[in-house]
């Protein structure tokens, strides 16, 4: 199904003057220093969100780009041009019904863009589990408060190190929170084998990861964020989908 997301959609999270400027990009245009967009980037991103909105409504997972999760209201971010689990987010909440949302982020970037968009939102629990010090320079210790949970782990970390952050950090908040939906930023950029992350999650690692995200709502739904590594990347979406299918 072919589905973009609508003005009002894209308009519960994003400026209507930076939605604007993306509409009249007519040419190769660096919006920051890592963020090219083109005449057709418009298109590529409207539907990226809708494909997110789609997930949502089916429980899926949206496999997408451009990512999300670094966009603010007001402009892109690395590589992101709209926040895609975010209008997922807000959608949910405002034509679904859904009062409490959850988000959990295990890009290995802090979500900041996400974070940014829902902080002081009581009905919206952002939760981060990322690499520090490391890019976008945002989510570090000492950053958490009622409405975000930020988990900075140091590089090299793996397997071991993102199960006790789940056991310790995630799952109690999540459960506390008591979120109808859950939403997952599934970024495979922590993985052993990525070009950027510096990290050492495994393929069994983001398959434990997912299966213990399902098991935190009654619904879950997941976006494609992050993961630069073109050989492995299916193999890891494939066993994430194998994770979400049913807990740990």
Not at 171 to 196: C, I, K, M, N, T
């Amino acid at each position: 199904m072919v589905r973009h997301a609508t003005p009002e959609q894209l308009e519960r999270v994003h400026e209507r003057s930076y939605l604007d400027l993306l509409q009249r990009i007519d040419r190769p245009v660096l919006l920051d220093a890592d963020t090219l967009a083109s005449e057709t980037s418009w298109e590529a991103a409207t539907l990226a969100a809708g494909v997110a909105l789609e997930a949502v409504d089916r429980g899926g997972f949206a496999l997408v780009r451009p990512p999300g999760h670094h966009a603010l209201a007001d402009r892109a971010m690395g590589f992101c041009l709209l926040n895609s689990v975010a209008i997922g987010a807000r959608y949910a909440q405002t034509e679904l019904g859904h009062e409490r949302v959850a988000i959990i982020d295990y890009d290995v970037h802090h979500g900041n863009g996400t974070q940014a968009i829902f902080q002081d939102n009581p009905s919206v629990l952002f939760v981060s589990l990322h690499r520090w010090p490391f890019y976008p320079g945002t989510g570090g210790p000492g950053t958490s408060d009622a409405t975000s949970l930020n988990i900075a782990l140091p590089a090299g970390s793996g397997d071991d190190a993102y199960t006790e952050a789940f056991t310790d950090s995630v799952e109690p908040a999540v459960r506390s929170f008591q979120p109808d939906l859950l939403l997952v930023s599934a970024g495979f950029d922590a993985h052993e084998r990525d070009p950027l992350g510096g990290m050492k999650l495994t393929e069994a690692g983001f398959r434990v990861l997912s299966a213990r995200c399902a098991g935190l709502a009654p619904r879950v739904a997941a976006v494609l964020e992050g993961g630069y590594n073109l050989e492995t990347l299916p193999h890891l979406v494939t066993a994430a989908r194998s994770g979400f299918a049913g807990p740990a």
